[in-house]
């Protein structure tokens, strides 16, 4: 069975940083797409920086320049850096995948983690 498992949220002040990291698990063949969404309280999920089929990434214009995502394929895990963070960065963040086993191919989320921006 696949897994999503995010860590690295947490609460931090205006301007700090953090580092996400969400690890897949599972009987895993292959990767297509993997990245981050968040969702704010009252609002809808958004994207928030993936890479894409071809290996682009994709950012959000509200984090670009800020916001960094890597990749370590060895271990299947994706990493959001997030630099000069701002209190409307608060929201839960979600790790997406679409994630092909021997079997079928899904879509798959993590359970989330909080990220906290305030003073």
């Known amino acids: 069975q696949v897994q999503l498992v995010e860590s690295g949220g947490g609460l931090v002040q205006p301007g700090g940083s953090l580092r996400l990291s969400c690890a897949a698990s599972?009987?895993?063949?292959?990767?297509?797409?993997m990245g981050w969404y968040r969702q704010a309280p009252g609002k809808q999920r958004e994207l928030v920086a993936r890479f894409t089929s071809g290996g682009y990434t994709n950012y959000s214009d509200s984090v670009k320049g800020r916001f960094t995502i890597s990749r370590d394929n060895a271990k299947n895990t994706v990493y959001l850096q997030m630099n000069s963070l701002k209190p409307e960065d608060t929201a839960v963040y979600y790790c997406?995948?679409?994630?092909?086993?021997?079997?079928?191919?899904?879509?798959?989320w993590g359970q989330g983690t909080q990220v906290t921006v305030s003073s």
């Open positions: 997406n995948a679409d994630i092909a086993t021997m079997w079928h191919r899904s879509d798959y």
């Open positions: 599972g009987v895993i063949f292959s990767i297509t797409t």
